[in-house]
């Protein structure tokens, strides 16, 4: 079976760290992509990991393990603007095919 | 400006009818796919398509028919078969292969009504 976790909900302060987990069991592994949705809102693209390792951009960091089936997202200096669900998507299947498989989503709620 | 876009916005309909939703892009993408989302789930894949005039089931296609008339378009219609059409429906489209320049962009949804 094809299976992605992550929690449900979760807090933070303003201006602190807040890490978001991903496990995920795929039949094919093809790069990992986070992305954020604000409600009622399209998602936009944060991150994508294929390699082992940390991805840096800005504010927002991406950590992949493929041994492990886990990914994590970085948020530091949290603002009230990240106030979102956070979606963990995995791409498998092959021939160019780029199908994405969704987890449920972390939403993300900052406080002053 | 480049992209997706998705009409309406809100659209309300009578059980037992058929209802099309519209999704275009300007983006040139080959690739292009139907979600749907609801409350405390993930985005499940209806249908996609990766070249004109084909296309395939994703995972939860029964109830729903498209069509890829042309690369730019790719209507969804929910018909009267699906059981509980009430969601959220995302568009998407991309390139295809499966580099960074690969990953999906999404339209602004529609947010489908049915009584």
């Known amino acids: 079976g094809q299976n992605i976790d992550q929690p449900t909900e979760m807090t933070a302060t303003e201006g602190a760290i807040v890490q978001i987990n991903c496990t995920y069991q795929t039949s094919g592994f093809n790069g990992l992509f986070w992305y954020q949705q604000h409600a009622g809102e399209a998602p936009t693209f944060l991150s994508y990991?294929?390699?082992?390792g940390l991805e840096e951009k800005g504010r927002f960091s991406s950590f992949l393990s493929r041994s492990k089936g886990y990914s994590y997202l970085l948020l530091k200096e949290l603002q009230m603007k990240d106030s979102a669900s956070y979606l963990c998507a995995v791409r498998g299947g092959s021939g160019g095919y780029n199908k994405l498989i969704f987890g449920a989503g972390t939403r993300l709620a900052v406080h002053p | 400006d480049g992209g997706i876009t998705q009409s309406p916005k809100y659209l309300f309909r009578k059980e037992g009818q058929n209802v099309t939703l519209s999704c275009e892009q300007n983006?040139?993408?080959?690739?292009m796919y139907w979600y749907r989302q609801d409350p405390g789930q993930g985005l499940r894949l209806i249908y996609y398509?990766?070249?004109?005039?084909?296309?395939q089931k994703g995972d939860i296609a029964e109830g729903y028919s498209v069509s890829r008339e042309k690369k730019e378009s790719f209507p969804l219609t929910v018909t009267s078969a699906q059981k509980n059409p009430t969601a959220f429906y995302l568009c998407a489209s991309s390139n295809l292969g499966t580099g960074l320049s690969y990953e999906q962009y999404f339209g602004p949804g529609t947010r489908l009504t049915v009584t």
């Open positions: 983006l040139n993408h080959d690739a």
């Open positions: 398509s990766q070249i004109v005039n084909d296309f």
């Open positions: 990991n294929v390699l082992d």
